[in-house]
Structures are given as C-alpha cells and as structure tokens.
C-alpha cells in the first residue's frame, strides 16, 4: 500500500503515520520528494487493515 502525504507535510505527521504502520505490524519506507512525501507499507495486508 502506499499513502501520499499532503504536500508540505511536517515531520510530526509522517511520524505519527510511520507509528501507526509500524503498529499494525508492517514495515514503513519513506521516500521524500520535490513535493510530496510518499510511505510504503511493506508486508501482507490480507485481514489487517
């Protein structure tokens, strides 16, 4: 899954996304654009979310 954050996220949003990922048991990958920041959610899905 991947959540595009809002541009001009500040880092105590992504932080608070990238815990909640982590909270569910999946592995967050943050890649940081021009504009927009971007989290991947790395792991099976099926019947978590």
Same mark, same amino acid.
């Given at each position: 899954? %991947?959540? +595009?954050? !809002?541009?001009?996220?500040?880092? !105590?949003? %992504?932080?608070?996304? +990238?815990?909640?990922?982590?909270?569910?048991?999946?592995?967050?990958?943050?890649?940081?654009?021009?504009?927009? +920041?971007?989290?991947?959610?790395?792991?099976?899905?099926?019947? !978590?979310?």
């Amino acid at each position: 899954m %991947i959540i +595009t954050m !809002k541009q001009g996220a500040k880092p !105590k949003d %992504i932080a608070i996304v +990238t815990e909640k990922i982590k909270g569910l048991g999946y592995k967050p990958h943050i890649s940081k654009g021009k504009d927009v +920041t971007i989290i991947g959610m790395i792991g099976r899905l099926r019947g !978590k979310i």
